[in-house]
């Protein structure tokens, strides 16, 4: 399977069936245009916008093995290239995708259940990252294990992915997941809403300078300077059109990982492309209360560079994540 087939059948009125009467239409599924692309429907991987949709077909294998296909643009308005490769943090978003697309279309969770993530990882081979004349085209890989079920319904399973281009190893990763039915998410989170439906959200506060954590942009910028070193409040700007694609009632994980790529970066005081960012989430991270954010260099080891990020909220730990990066001058 490639990532230009179109495998989703089309309904064609007006088509009339072998066992109709013979004067009333009927509706049928007919492939159309099945040289096509198009990306798997947003509904499916909890996105909004269509342009923020990474996955173009699914293929199941068996029950524990799935092939998925990718395609990531060359440039991105948020993912940017790094040294002429591609983000790992687009890897990241990728594989978060896969389980959730995999959990509703072929674990039959229905539209609408919220998923907990509790880890995400991801590791890159920035040789097969580069950014060529063409979108990179992708095969996934993806074995779920550890499924749990209650009743016939998903709880929740981990997978394992693998990201080829043309044939070659370019990622791997992986995390778990939680399902969450609308009734226990509604008790879990009650008194996060205001009145009119939308969740409170702390005042904005103003970006470290972007180049210190590899942006250029400041609208881009997930940190917010305290005056000590390594350390910063995390900056939630609920308007941003990826970080934000859609309204929620705490931070993303990709939120997150994205504060530990830029906290890892202004420790280093360089940027370069990670090779891997493993990420833990402890506790779900409120939008109206600051969250700090620690940085801390570890012991450089096997050519790599490594820092170990935290965050805090009030004083609960609620997120952890080591990124690792080949070592620089």
């Known amino acids: 399977m490639s990532a230009s087939t179109f495998r989703v059948a089309q309904p064609v009125s007006g088509v009339r069936s072998g066992e109709s009467d013979g004067t009333t239409p009927v509706c049928v599924f007919v492939p159309r245009f099945p040289s096509l692309t198009t990306t798997v429907p947003k509904e499916l991987v ?40 591609h983000d790992p943090l687009i890897a990241a978003e990728t594989i978060r995708q896969a389980g959730i697309l995999l959990a509703h279309a072929e674990f039959g969770v229905p539209l609408g259940h919220h998923f907990l993530v509790s880890d995400l990882s991801v590791h890159v081979d920035p040789e097969h990252l580069r950014v060529e004349r063409t979108p990179a085209t992708l095969e996934l890989q993806v074995t779920c294990s550890e499924v749990k079920r209650r009743g016939g319904s998903l709880l929740g399973f981990r997978i394992s992915v693998e990201i080829r281009r043309e044939g070659r190893l370019a990622a791997t990763g992986g995390g778990s997941l939680t399902c ?44 917010s300077p305290i005056g000590e070193a390594n350390r910063w409040q995390l900056r939630v700007d609920t308007r941003h059109p990826v970080l934000f694609d859609h309204m929620v009632d705490h931070v993303p994980g990709m939120v997150l990982m994205e504060a530990a790529r830029q906290a890892a970066t202004a420790t280093l005081g360089r940027t370069a492309v990670p090779s891997d960012i493993v990420s833990e989430f402890t506790r779900y991270v409120e939008l109206d209360a600051p969250c700090l954010v620690r940085a801390q260099r570890l012991p450089a080891s096997g050519g790599k560079e490594s820092v170990l990020v935290t965050a805090h909220q009030g004083d609960e730990p609620v997120f952890r994540c080591t990124v690792r990066l080949p070592a620089g001058g």
């Open 180 to 223: 969450i039915t609308p009734r226990v998410y509604q008790r879990l989170r009650a008194g996060r809403l205001r009145e009119d439906g939308m969740p409170q959200v702390i005042q904005l506060t103003a970006p470290e300078a972007p180049q210190v954590v590899g942006r250029t942009s400041p609208t881009d910028v997930v940190l």
């Open 46 to 85: 909890h996105r909004a916008s269509v342009c923020e949709v990474m996955l173009t077909d699914w293929a199941r294998v068996d029950d524990e093995h799935y092939t998925l296909a990718a395609q990531w643009p060359r440039g991105h308005s948020f993912f940017m290239n790094v040294d002429g490769c």
